[in-house]
């Protein structure tokens, strides 16, 4: 258990679906990040919150939308996907942003699209 | 463009010593990181090295040089339960990790 909780952990959703993915963490970070994680490639950066605004946000297409209503909850609510969006999408949480603040994982949600 | 370089795949034998190898090349450098991922699993942070040298955390050591671009993951004594992947990732000077694909590590008995 690393204190980063993830619901739900497995997905299957049609391309014209809304669904949304939960993140909670109970370590009092304050950064918040979604990673998207596909097989045999890097981990890719999708959005940053740090004290609950957004600080990165790298060109992700706008069938994603975060939300961050607190230092302790995430969400990535998820509407008309492709199925190249089937990954697992990894929460995490770090204390700052700065250089030696680690990031801690939560399990990851594995989303099929159909 | 920024690039981290890492071997897809290594075998080693139980009991054994493996050094897992990663390059980078990024704009800026605040750190270097290690991340253990279990099939399956969550990611969990191994080590943290910001200045040269070598790191050593019970069997796992971590080594950075700046100047060359280049960190080592060493670890010593392997047991099955090793057997995982292992990210490397370096925070740019925008505070962004940027991570590598990832080293599958198979140990054999």
């Known amino acids: 258990e690393t204190g980063v909780t993830q619901t739900p952990r497995h997905l299957v959703m049609g391309m014209t679906n809304k669904k949304s993915l939960k993140c909670e963490q109970h370590?009092?970070?304050?950064?918040m990040y979604w990673y998207k994680q596909s097989a045999k490639k890097p981990l890719e950066l999708m959005f940053v919150?740090?004290?609950?605004?957004?600080?990165e946000n790298n060109s992700v297409p706008s069938r994603f939308s975060p939300e961050c209503p607190n230092s302790s909850h995430l969400f990535l609510h998820l509407h008309t996907l492709q199925p190249e969006d089937s990954a697992l999408y990894l929460c995490?949480?770090?204390?700052?942003?700065?250089?030696?603040?680690?990031?801690?994982f939560g399990p990851g949600t594995r989303l099929t699209v159909t | 463009g920024q690039n981290i370089d890492q071997p897809t795949e290594m075998t080693a034998t139980e009991g054994a010593i493996v050094q897992i190898n990663c390059t980078y090349q990024t704009s800026g450098f605040n750190g270097l990181f290690w991340y253990q991922q279990h099939a399956g699993e969550a990611p969990t942070f191994l080590s943290y090295n910001v200045l040269d040298g070598l790191e050593e955390k019970g069997r796992f050591s971590s080594f950075l040089s700046r100047s060359k671009g280049y960190s080592y993951l060493l670890l010593k004594e392997l047991q099955m339960k090793d057997s995982a992947s292992y990210l490397c990732a370096v925070k740019d000077s925008n505070y962004q990790l940027i991570w590598g694909a990832g080293t599958k590590l198979i140990i054999k008995p």
């Open positions: 995490a949480s770090s204390q700052g942003v700065g250089g030696v603040d680690e990031q801690y």
């Open positions: 919150y740090s004290l609950e605004e957004r600080v």
């Open positions: 370590l009092g970070h304050n950064a």
